[in-house]
């Protein structure tokens, strides 16, 4: 593995149930900001819904290579990281701060960052998907440790 960035000309999969709705819309809004494409594959409202629903999709448009990366939101963050991490290839990290953020791209070179956004504050959560998308994998010793992880 050489040193990993985002393919940024790819949009950003984003996901969320009811409780990330909001953080997730304010999400898009940074990264279009920014010049990001974005396919939101949901949900579309605070109305009550089942988070795997969403979960799967932007784990399977990341495993695709449809898209560059995945965020998912939700109250915990832990529904969707067990979901999306189901995927072959989906390395989903819930991050509740930047240090968090970086390490995962650094040491794991996760591919899904998970907002639990019950517990962090929406102006954190944008600066953990900031630091996400510029933080490459270093690769070196922990080459051999992400190859472990897959399930073969």
Request: proline letters at 3%; charged letters at 25%.
């Amino acid at each position: 593995m050489e040193k990993l960035t985002f393919n940024l000309a790819l949009p950003v999969a984003i996901g969320a149930d009811h409780a990330g709705f909001e953080y997730k819309e304010e999400v898009i809004s940074f990264l279009e900001a920014k010049g990001l494409k974005v396919k939101d594959y949901g949900t579309h409202s605070k109305d009550s819904v089942d988070y795997p629903d969403y979960a799967h999709p932007v784990a399977t448009a990341v495993e695709r290579e449809e898209a560059a990366f995945g965020i998912l939101i939700c109250g915990s963050a832990n529904g969707v990281a067990i979901t999306a991490n189901k995927h072959q290839g989906i390395r989903a990290a819930i991050c509740w701060g930047e240090e968090l953020s970086r390490l995962t791209r650094q040491h794991n070179n996760a591919n899904v960052l998970c907002i639990p956004a019950r517990f962090v504050d929406v102006a954190v959560a944008t600066q953990m998907v900031e630091v996400f998308i510029n933080t490459p994998f270093e690769g070196g010793r922990h080459e051999n440790r992400v190859r472990k992880m897959a399930c073969l």
